[in-house]
């Protein structure tokens, strides 16, 4: 079946600091890779959608310049935190879409603590 | 505004019994919902999905009814088992711009008692 790899699945980092996230589809090209985040106990809500060879649409309230993607090539998406703070401390996760049933597989998630 | 609500954060059921997994949804634009488990720490696993022109779809163990009219739909595992204990999300796609887009619920922390 469809993979997403995510890496590192968590990470502490200092405030101030910026940390990259990726994802890589092993077994398909994903043209669209997701990017959510969730806090404790709250749904999953999503950041931004990427697609690849082209500028990110970031969902309302998402700072574009503290939360850069990266969709250089079909199998990796990249999110990096820049200037990292406390409050950006959660999980993040990203997916794509397999085509399958409307099939979006996830990554493993990353957790990232902003200390 | 919550467009995709999942009312009830918990739900504690025995071993071999019924686990029913509700989900409300506001937007009449979703064309298709899903159900997704998941375990700490660990993306969601997708589990099984239905399109929004039928009303039900099952696979094994696990049912999931749409009343489109109400905008509701629910899933259904039978028997339940210890190791469907997790936290079940419910989402719902729809096509904004070119894109896909998932809505996700709170989700529900299902507990089966052995």
């Known amino acids: 079946g469809a993979v997403v790899s995510q890496h590192p699945s968590r990470v502490i980092c200092k405030s101030g600091t910026s940390v990259k996230i990726e994802c890589r589809s092993l077994?398909?090209?994903?043209?669209?890779m997701f990017w959510y985040r969730q806090f404790p106990k709250q749904s999953l809500m999503l950041m931004a959608t990427?697609?690849?060879?082209?500028?990110?649409?970031?969902e309302q309230g998402v700072e574009k310049d503290k939360f850069l993607i990266n969709h250089a090539s079909l199998t990796l998406s990249t999110l990096t935190v820049t200037s990292a703070h406390p409050e950006d401390s959660s999980f993040y996760i990203c997916?794509?879409?397999?085509?399958?049933?409307?099939?979006?597989?996830f990554g493993s998630g990353t957790r990232l603590t902003v200390v | 505004d919550q467009q995709v609500k999942q009312n009830s954060p918990s739900l504690s059921v025995q071993e071999g019994r019924i686990s029913i997994l509700n989900c409300d949804y506001t937007?009449?634009?979703?064309?298709?919902f899903l159900w997704y488990k998941k375990y700490p720490a660990e993306g969601p696993t997708f589990l099984i999905s239905?399109?929004?022109?039928?009303d039900k779809n099952e696979d094994g163990r696990f049912t999931v009814f749409l009343n489109k009219s109400a905008k509701h739909l629910s899933l259904h595992i039978v028997p339940s088992q210890p190791g469907d204990s997790a936290v079940y999300f419910c989402?719902?796609?729809?096509?904004?711009?070119?894109?896909?887009?998932?809505?996700f619920g709170k989700g529900t922390l299902l507990t089966v008692n052995p």
């Open positions: 239905i399109s929004s022109i039928k």
């Open positions: 990427s697609n690849e060879g082209s500028k990110a649409t970031y």
């Open positions: 997916s794509a879409r397999t085509g399958v049933n409307y099939g979006y597989t």
């Open positions: 077994d398909f090209q994903a043209t669209t």
């Open positions: 989402a719902a796609s729809e096509i904004v711009g070119s894109n896909y887009k998932l809505t």
């Open positions: 937007n009449s634009m979703f064309d298709y």
